[in-house]
């Protein structure tokens, strides 16, 4: 979407739902209790799923080619159990929304209209901490996964 002639944005929203039905394979792997769940008229939730995902960027040109963006993402959680009695994923994650920013320049080049991008992103610019997978009341890993901490990364990309 074009807010001015020098700011441009776009959002977008995703909502989704995964449930499983029924024991295929893997039933040495499980205990009985999470057996039992997946056997039940109501089966499971994945434990990749995530109800609802979201983003939003907007960029900023300040100079004729320089610009500045920033992004938003956000994810309502994986899937997971509150506690030990509670059905195999019946609950969620804490949700966690991460933002990040850009600063980019191109530098025309002199030969047949090729030019180079010097870029510079923080990823995680707040250095938020999260997780999204706990690892734990849930089928799958069993292993946590955290969000990437504050990082830094300068690029270069040369078109030609």
Not at 74 to 97: I, Q
Not at 104 to 110: A, C, D, K, S
Not at 141 to 155: N, W
């Amino acid at each position: 979407m074009q807010f001015a002639d020098n700011l441009t944005g776009r959002g977008n929203v995703g909502w989704g739902q995964c449930k499983g039905y029924g024991l295929q394979s893997g039933q040495y792997l499980l205990d009985n209790k999470e057996i039992g769940d997946i056997n039940s008229q109501g089966g499971v939730f994945c434990d990749h799923s995530q109800s609802m995902t979201s983003s939003a960027v907007v960029t900023y040109r300040f100079l004729e080619r320089t610009h500045v963006t920033g992004q938003m993402l956000y994810g309502s959680g994986l899937r997971t159990a509150v506690d030990a009695d509670a059905k195999t994923n019946s609950s969620h994650s804490s949700s966690y929304t991460v933002y990040n920013a850009s600063l980019t320049h191109v530098i025309p080049l002199p030969w047949d209209n090729q030019k180079m991008l010097l870029g510079f992103d923080i990823i995680n610019l707040l250095d938020q901490k999260y997780f999204y997978n706990t690892g734990e009341g849930s089928i799958g890993l069993g292993i946590a996964h955290a969000g990437t901490p504050r990082s830094y990364f300068v690029r270069a990309q040369w078109f030609f």
